[in-house]
């Protein structure tokens, strides 16, 4: 059964800092791009961050260029966001979202169907 | 970013209706588009991928079709189970990936 869950979530002041884990099984974590999707509160989905499963392309969204950093270690099995410079806007449900496949190597198209999606976890952003 | 314009936001329907979601992009998508369900408190669940196609495990009475920019989601015979806010998401080759805004659907 594949599994995901979310870590590392709190309460933080703005300009603080927080690193979200997502723990993976049963599944070859290896061989799937991944996602982080958030959810404000009261809000819809918005789209945070992908990595391949190399970790060869990486993607962003403009809302949290160069202040989230998204990794993996394949070795452990697990998700990562290293996330800095908060602000009040951030605070949201932090999902991380399977693809359904990799990065093609090819073309460097990503598949971009999230068939499997954790709990979430919850950041606040408040002084 | 290619936006997504889904609509209605919210709608208010009987146990038995046909229930019907639209969702425009901004620009020619292909058929590179999702359909999501989610209920109060839990995560997304992917319904429909690449337009049209149902997911493993998920009733026949979801449907979806479009290409291009107009994109259309149905539930064929609305289930009391089936209360939630539904969600399109497109994923044209690369991100950024973009949802539309939900809509939200009720039980008359």
């Known amino acids: 059964e594949v599994q995901l869950v979310e870590s590392g979530g709190g309460l933080v002041k703005p300009g603080g800092s927080l690193r979200l884990s997502c723990a993976a099984s049963?599944?070859?974590?290896?061989?799937?791009?991944l996602n982080w999707v958030r959810q404000a509160p009261g809000k819809g989905l918005e789209w945070v961050s992908s990595?391949?499963?190399?970790?060869?392309?990486?993607h962003y969204a403009e809302s949290v260029k160069g202040r989230f950093t998204i990794s993996r270690d394949n070795a452990k099995n697990s998700l990562y966001l290293q996330m800095n410079s908060l602000r009040a806007e951030d605070t949201a449900v932090y999902f991380c979202a399977r693809d359904g496949g990799d990065y093609n190597i090819l073309t460097g198209y990503a598949p971009g169907d999230f068939d499997y999606w954790g709990q979430g976890t919850l950041v606040t952003v408040s002084s | 970013d290619i936006q997504m314009t889904q609509s209605p936001s919210s709608l208010s329907a009987s146990v038995g209706d046909r229930v019907t979601i639209t969702c425009q992009a901004s620009q020619d998508i292909s058929n590179y588009l999702n359909w999501y369900q989610q209920k109060p408190g839990k995560a997304p669940k992917l319904l429909i991928y690449?337009?049209?196609n149902l997911e493993t495990g998920v009733p026949s009475r979801f449907t979806g079709s479009g290409y291009g920019t107009d994109f259309t989601f149905t539930i064929t015979s609305l289930q009391p189970e089936d209360i939630a806010t539904y969600y399109c998401q497109q994923y044209d080759n690369l991100p950024p990936y973009t949802f539309g805004q939900g809509t939200k659907l009720e039980i008359k």
């Open positions: 690449d337009a049209s």
């Open positions: 990595i391949s499963s190399s970790s060869s392309h990486i």
């Open positions: 049963g599944f070859t974590f290896s061989s799937y791009a």
